[in-house]
């Protein structure tokens, strides 16, 4: 198996180099322009396994628990070791812990909020590219640095070929049929499209490279697809594989609505928006339940997949208004699926398991 560095092996290594640490909480954010600071983006999904009191005594308890355990996280000094937070404005509830960074816990590191438009129009784009430039300032004002265009152009590219490796993993994934041993798994699979939460893009078209050239992306198992915010607790992937299924593709916000596409703008800041606005349908940036519905149908033909997982997280309010609604065209369209919620902190339910063994064997 490939090794993976750990989150806090990965910032000190980074930090000895020079560099500084933010922490991003989800989903969309300009990358390369925090590279461009010299800033490496950490991304902050939760964690799982935190004392949540911590953060309850800031939130409600309707609150998902991303958000309770990113702020437990925080004031047990889970995030010490970061030099800035940022808020991106993907729900309500993300947008209220951004209050509370700002107004009432205060935390050491400087704070910046960042605003999602909600369309793909030509005002979202010039409102995200107003976003974009207001961190630059901001960024700006913290460090005494001001890249230039070129440099900027520099850390879009590289940061675009990591987004055409991250889509080429999946690519192998799905079009790998071998049924020889020596397969990975779903989870082993997933630590490599989720080393992209931390690691520098330079290190994450390494690991690619080397998972693309040295592991077997086939094995058995019936093919499924996970929609989602993001897939913790992970033991979820192992119980997946146990039950016989294989995920060959995913619409988790955390991976598959971030392979960003390439851009062909030279106005660095334009690119920039433009690869959020250009990505797989979202609904957290107001895409329409007809764009997400197309979207996973074309997964799944493509793939070859039988059915759709939801995973969603509890009290998620943007993915629970349109399950409904999409579940209902999916399978108006032949598409068998299953929805279950759960809390990130909590350990992986029996009874999860139970309804995923039984969904499966209805797809065999």
């Avoid at 922490?23 to 969309?28: D, F, G, K, Q, Y």
């Avoid at 509370?100 to 030509?122: H, N």
């Avoid at 990591?162 to 989870?187: C, H, M, P, T, V």
Wanted: charged share 30%; aromatic share 8%.
């Amino acid at each position: 198996m490939i090794k993976i560095p750990g989150r806090h092996e990965v910032c000190e290594k980074f930090k000895e180099n020079g560099g500084k640490i933010a922490a991003v909480l989800p989903i969309h954010y300009p990358r390369a322009l925090l590279r461009a600071f010299d800033f490496l983006p950490v991304e902050v999904w939760g964690p799982p396994h935190v004392d949540v009191s911590y953060g309850g005594a800031h939130l409600q308890p309707y609150v998902c628990s991303i958000v309770h355990n990113a702020l437990s996280f925080l004031k047990t000094g889970g995030l010490d070791e970061t030099d800035l937070i940022i808020v991106p404005h993907a729900c309500d509830s993300l947008q209220g812990l951004g209050s509370i960074l700002i107004d009432f816990v205060k935390p050491r590191q400087p704070v910046f909020p960042f605003y999602l438009p909600r369309g793909k129009r030509d005002e979202d784009l010039n409102f995200l590219m107003r976003e974009i430039k207001a961190l630059f300032e901001n960024l700006s004002k913290i460090t005494g640095k001001r890249p230039d265009d070129d440099t900027l152009m520099m850390k879009i590219e590289v940061e675009e070929l990591a987004d055409l490796k991250l889509k080429e993993l999946y690519e192998r994934r799905f079009r790998d049929r071998s049924q020889g041993n020596g397969a990975i798994s779903n989870l082993e699979f997933y630590r490599i499209i989720r080393s992209r939460e931390f690691l520098p893009a330079e290190d994450f078209i390494k690991l690619a490279d080397e998972s693309l050239e040295k592991l077997n992306f086939g094995g058995k198992g019936i093919p499924v697809i996970m929609s989602g915010i993001v897939p913790e607790p992970m033991e979820i992937l192992d119980a997946i594989g146990e039950a016989g299924g294989k995920v060959v593709a995913d619409d988790f916000a955390c991976c598959g609505r971030r392979i960003y596409p390439p851009g062909n703008s030279r106005d660095p800041i334009e690119r920039m928006a433009r690869a959020i606005i250009d990505a797989p349908p979202d609904v957290t940036r107001g895409s329409l339940i007809e764009e997400r519905f197309e979207h996973l149908k074309k997964l799944v033909e493509v793939t070859g997949a039988r059915g759709v997982i939801f995973y969603t997280v509890k009290f998620c309010e943007p993915e629970l208004f349109d399950l409904p609604e999409l579940r209902n065209m999916l399978k108006e369209v032949g598409i068998p699926s299953v929805h279950i919620e759960v809390d990130i902190g909590d350990p992986l339910p029996h009874q999860t398991i139970t309804r995923i063994t039984a969904f499966l064997e209805v797809l065999e």
